[in-house]
């Protein structure tokens, strides 16, 4: 899947910003002071007409002030003064030679000369550089404080997911009318919807129910896969209610320090209660409520976050008007403790939408963008089987993106494909160079693919093959399944090996065993992968049928120590596999060695057109024969 989230800025990055940004406004007040102050401005009077007026008849000076560097001299009546410089040339202060003329003096005379040269007074003046240097004292150590406790959330937060709130609830909240999301915003999941409409109910009217006495429900438990549109309900449900909607995902707990998640805890049910009615949203509970022996001791922390929320919950009075909604795609990894009455004890089951259910998210999200009136909705509702909600999305989101990069006004049939397939496996890739030989291997292998599944009665019908190169694949072959449905029987997974096996026989049959290309790495992985599920989880191994062997529980968090079995079953868990595995791969061979003219042309025509369509591809798939060693039944 393409992507597309921005890339975060280093942890460090900001503080040298900072830092920048301080450097320059120290420079520019430097700047402005140095051409506010008068640098070689001062009055230059010279000591000997100071003298002479302060000796004159009715010697007229009312003051005289040093202050720092500077001698100012206040007229008598006047509020200005002259000012000079303190020193003279040669360094001697002039406000001595003032001094120095009452010297000697006594009397009369004294008083008289005193009088026409007064007191000096000395004001302690600092300059605005010492001002700087007080202030900067005291700022400095300030902003190192500051930036080195920045840098450091940062970091925590970059390495922890904000794990350094020092408890504070990052809850988002979204008031009642801030993006406003109502039941008519999630597609499908009637039944869904349904049970949360009582919960709406509870948050509008809980009189109602209190009058007759009933509990009011504290927690609800949304249960299903990702995407499937939980958060989206949850928020609908603050919606159709209007009250607020504080959400926190478990995944934020997880990796705190010790005490930070149960006093984030606290602080969330704390703000959720304040605002009642209101809805606290819990995204991936499992992560902090995963039953307790399941970690062998390792998540004391989780376990006191846990905790945290049961305290709260049982602590609810029953008019507290809070109704917390925890999601999940993992109820069997829950601790039972949570499950209990007056916790979570309302279950909601949220599913992976059918194919109508399908056609209705893709015209919500469609609702707002133009398109054309030929484009098919229930066409790729119907390809997409297996898909969630957020991967429709994700679709009607990339057409829309597709549509305004190809200067198209309203969004295509084509455009649609094209989101479809990029959603699904990757960009096109036009620009990767292929040589020649590279592109022919590229046609065998996937008509090989496409023959093989053309043949075998169990496998889906081919849509579409392509040598285009996209994502990671340097072509694509699609089988879509006619309709949906729930279950597959050991047949179907037996052609899908064996199909995903026509790609790397083709490559064999037509180059040699010592010519076969990496180009088949991820098939032989998806065969690896889903051989491995048939004998472990569904119990079809030859010698271990209707035998399963789980790993425990804990197997997703330790992997090491996840093996309920033996050495001895690990053996031959491994040979039910390479059976498996084996298998495809003769059967594809058989297909493709009694198909050698169909495979060729195909190739071929791959070759020259590069794409080929369900009806292009019938006429040359009509004659491909199903030999008598590829069939099971
Ligand atoms: P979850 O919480 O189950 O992982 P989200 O609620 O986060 O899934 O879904 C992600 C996005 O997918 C939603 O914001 C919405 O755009 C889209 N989506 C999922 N389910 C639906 C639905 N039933 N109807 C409409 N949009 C949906
Ligand atoms: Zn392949």
Same mark, same amino acid.
């Given at each position: #899947? ?21 450097? *320059? ?55 200005? =003064? ?7 040339? @040669? ?30 007074? =000395? ?78 109910? &509870? ?5 109602? =129910? ?22 989206? +309900?949850? /928020? ?9 909607? &504080? ?8 990796? #705190? ?42 998540? /004391? ?11 709260? #919950? ?89 549509? @305004? ?28 160079? +292929? ?62 090996l064996?199909?995903?096996m ?22 032989l992985?998806?065969v690896a992968?889903l051989s491995k ?6 119990? #079809?191994?030859?010698?271990? /049928? ?9 197997? =997703? ?20 596999v390479k059976t498996l595995s084996k298998e495809a791969a003769? /059967? ?28 292009? *591809? ?16």
């Amino acid at each position: #899947m393409p992507q597309t989230a921005k890339k975060k800025s280093a942890p460090g990055s900001n503080v040298f910003r900072w830092l920048a940004f301080m450097f *320059l406004v120290i420079l520019s007040c430097s700047i402005i002071v140095s051409l506010l102050t008068p640098g070689d401005t001062i009055e230059k009077v010279p000591l000997s007409s100071v003298i002479s007026r302060a000796n004159d008849e009715n010697g007229d000076i009312a003051k005289i002030t040093v202050e720092g560097s500077d001698l100012k001299i206040t007229l008598k009546g006047k509020d200005h =003064y002259t000012q000079i410089s303190r020193k003279d040339t @040669a360094g001697t202060l002039y406000e001595q030679g003032l001094i120095d003329q009452c010297a000697g003096l006594n009397g009369d005379e004294l008083t008289s000369c005193q009088s026409k040269y007064p007191t000096i007074e =000395y004001v302690e003046v600092s300059s605005f550089w010492d001002y700087a240097l007080d202030i900067a004292i005291i700022v400095v150590p300030v902003i190192i404080i500051v930036l080195f406790f920045s840098s450091m959330m940062r970091q925590a937060q970059s390495m922890n997911n904000q794990s350094m709130g020092f408890g504070k609830a990052k809850a988002k909240l979204y008031g009642p009318d801030k993006k406003r999301v109502l039941f008519t915003d999630v597609a499908g999941n009637e039944a869904a919807k349904q049970d949360l409409a009582e919960v709406v109910d &509870f948050l509008k009217e809980p009189k109602k =129910y209190e009058k007759l006495g009933a509990k009011i429900p504290r927690g609800v438990l949304l249960a299903g896969e990702p995407g499937t549109g939980k958060t989206l +309900m949850a /928020r609908a449900v603050a919606g159709e209610a209007s009250v607020p909607f &504080f959400s926190i995902s478990g995944s934020e707990f997880a990796e #705190m320090f010790v005490g930070v998640g149960a006093s984030r805890v606290r602080d969330l049910f704390a703000k959720a209660k304040k605002n009642a009615p209101s809805i606290i949203f819990i995204d991936e509970i499992d992560a902090v409520a995963h039953k307790r022996d399941a970690r062998g001791g390792a998540g /004391r922390e989780d376990e006191q976050t846990l905790n945290q929320i049961l305290v709260e #919950m049982d602590g609810f009075d029953n008019d507290s008007g809070v109704i917390v909604i925890a999601a999940t795609n993992r109820v069997d990894m829950l601790d039972k403790a949570l499950l209990r009455p007056g916790r979570f004890d309302r279950h909601v089951n949220v599913t992976l939408p059918e194919r109508k259910d399908r056609l209705d998210i893709l015209k919500v999200h469609f609702k707002n963008k133009p398109t054309e009136k030929s484009v098919n909705l229930d066409a790729l509702a119907a390809k997409t089987a297996g898909s969630s909600g957020a991967d429709l999305a994700n679709i009607a989101n990339e057409a829309a993106i597709t549509a @305004a990069r190809e200067g198209h006004k309203e969004i295509t049939n084509d455009d649609l494909t094209e989101a479809f397939e990029r959603v699904a496996i990757g960009p096109e890739r036009k620009s990767k160079v +292929m040589n020649d030989h590279e592109r022919k291997v590229t046609a065998y292998h996937e008509a090989g693919h496409a023959i093989v599944g053309h043949v075998l009665p169990d496998s889906d019908p081919v849509h579409k093959v392509t040598i285009i190169p996209r994502g990671h694949t340097g072509g694509v072959t699609w089988f879509l399944p006619p309709e949906d449905r729930s279950y597959k029987n050991i047949y179907e997974l037996k052609d899908i090996l064996a199909r995903a096996m026509g790609g790397r026989i083709a490559e064999k049959l037509i180059f040699g065993e010592n010519a076969i290309t990496t180009g088949a790495s991820s098939d032989l992985k998806h065969v690896a992968e889903l051989s491995k599920e048939m004998i472990v989880e569904e119990g #079809m191994g030859n010698t271990t /049928r209707n035998l399963v062997f789980p790993e425990t529980d804990a197997g =997703y968090y330790t992997v090491a120590t996840s093996k309920p079995y033996s050495e001895k079953t690990a053996e031959l868990i491994d040979q039910e596999v390479k059976t498996l595995s084996k298998e495809a791969a003769t /059967r594809a061979e058989a297909v493709l060695k009694v198909n050698k003219t169909v495979l060729d042309k195909l190739a071929e025509a791959l070759l020259k057109h590069e794409t080929l369509e369900e009806k292009e *591809l019938e006429p040359l798939l009509k004659d491909a024969k199903l030999p008598a060693a590829a069939k099971l039944h």
